[in-house]
Each structure stands twice: as structure tokens, then as C-alpha cells.
């Protein structure tokens, strides 16, 4: 399974941040070689007012994180 470098992560995002600006990066790694090692990533679920209820405003680049 892929292992993240932190358990949690958490971003602050002031009210007036520029669209398309970047909030957080985060990084996980598998250790399966080839495309059983590839990682996507994607937004959901959450809490205190983030995650799905966060979705409409946030986007995730699923190759990079």
C-alpha cells in the first residue's frame, strides 16, 4: 500500500488566496515496481469544513499530489 511522508497534513488558505494558487503539496510512495507502484491522488472526505465540502474550491493534480 502507498505510504504517505507525514500522517496528517494540514494547509492553511487565507480568504482572498489567488485562484490556482497551491495550498499544500502532499507525496506518497509504493514500493511495488512498475505501474502497481504508480500513486494517484484525489480529494475525499474530511473535516472541520474540508475535504468533500471543500471539493467545488479545491482541485488535485492526481499524478503529483
Given at each position: 500500500?502507498p505510504?504517505?511522508?507525514?500522517?496528517?497534513?494540514?494547509?492553511?488558505?487565507?480568504?482572498?488566496?489567488?485562484?490556482?494558487?497551491?495550498?499544500?503539496?502532499?507525496?506518497?510512495?509504493?514500493?511495488?515496481?512498475?505501474?502497481?507502484?504508480?500513486?494517484?491522488?484525489?480529494?475525499a472526505?474530511?473535516?472541520?469544513?474540508?475535504?468533500?465540502?471543500?471539493?467545488?474550491?479545491?482541485?488535485?493534480?492526481?499524478?503529483?499530489?
Open positions: 500500500a505510504v504517505f511522508e507525514e500522517a496528517a497534513y494540514s494547509a492553511y488558505v487565507a480568504e482572498n488566496n489567488a485562484a490556482g494558487a497551491a495550498v499544500a503539496r502532499v507525496q506518497a510512495r509504493d514500493a511495488d515496481a512498475g505501474a502497481n507502484g504508480r500513486v494517484s491522488y484525489w480529494l472526505g474530511g473535516s472541520a469544513g474540508c475535504g468533500a465540502g471543500a471539493a467545488p474550491y479545491v482541485s488535485v493534480e492526481a499524478r503529483s499530489g
